[in-house]
């Protein structure tokens, strides 16, 4: 079956320790993204990526780093810059860049500072 | 900048039909989508408008307005699983045409 996982599903770090979050698609598709999600909030984009070896900061990179060496992976390290890590990452992919592409969404990881 | 509106929470009864309003502002904008999320899941793709008018899949309709700025999706015969969060999301001719999604409607379906 194709599709985005992500791993772990719950995760938890100590103040001060950097972590980094797995997202694997096997759609084949170009193009792949980085949400965070706050309780009642909508999904803001940290990175993207829309072609190995080449990724864009989003809207609130600051305390994140990713890399694409891989079609394949697009794995988010969260910092210790990172002010308020505690939060929902969701991982996105789609066939290709840009508008009206659906973005298939995996279910996420739920990162809790402590 | 993006920025979009939608009402926080709506209540509806199972078998209704309900109507959710996104108002947008962007430059450049290209189309609007609109996204499912039940609590602690993924979002899911539901419908995208890029030229005015309604546009119907199933149970879901979506309409836009790019003359207005406006957007709707139109949930009919409500389901107790369409309770769930509905985003929408602006797509525009800015750098790498990202989506921008909005806050989110909570939808309650209720007996």
């Known amino acids: 079956d194709g599709g985005i996982t992500q791993s772990p599903k719950y995760l938890f770090r100590k103040e001060g320790q950097n972590v980094t979050l797995s997202c694997e698609q096997n759609l084949n598709h170009d193009a792949m993204y980085w949400y965070r999600q706050d309780p009642g ?34 794995p988010l390290t969260v910092t210790s810059a990172q002010k308020n890590p505690t939060a929902f990452y969701l991982c996105a992919s789609s066939p290709r860049p840009g508008q009206g592409y659906e973005q298939f969404f995996g279910p996420g990881t739920r990162l809790t500072v402590l | 900048g993006q920025s979009l509106e939608q009402p926080s929470e709506v209540t509806a009864v ?30 899911t793709f ?37 309770s769930a969060s509905y985003f929408c999301a602006v797509s525009a001719r800015t750098g790498a045409n990202n989506l921008f999604f909005g806050t989110g409607t909570r939808l309650t379906v209720i007996p």
């Open chain 1, 41 to 74: 909030q909508g999904l803001r984009l940290i990175y993207y990526s829309q072609i190995v070896n080449d990724f864009q900061k989003g809207d609130i990179a600051e305390g994140y780093s990713v890399s694409r060496e891989k079609k394949e992976s697009f």
């Open chain 2, 14 to 43: 199972e078998g209704a039909i309900v109507q959710i309003n996104c108002t947008y502002q962007t430059s450049g904008f290209y189309g609007l989508s609109w996204y499912q999320q039940h609590d602690g899941g993924a979002p």
């Open chain 2, 46 to 82: 539901l419908s995208y408008n890029a030229l005015d008018g309604l546009e119907e899949t199933g149970r879901f309709s979506s309409f836009l307005s790019r003359s207005d700025s406006y957007g709707y999706l139109l949930l009919q015969e409500l389901q107790m699983k369409d």
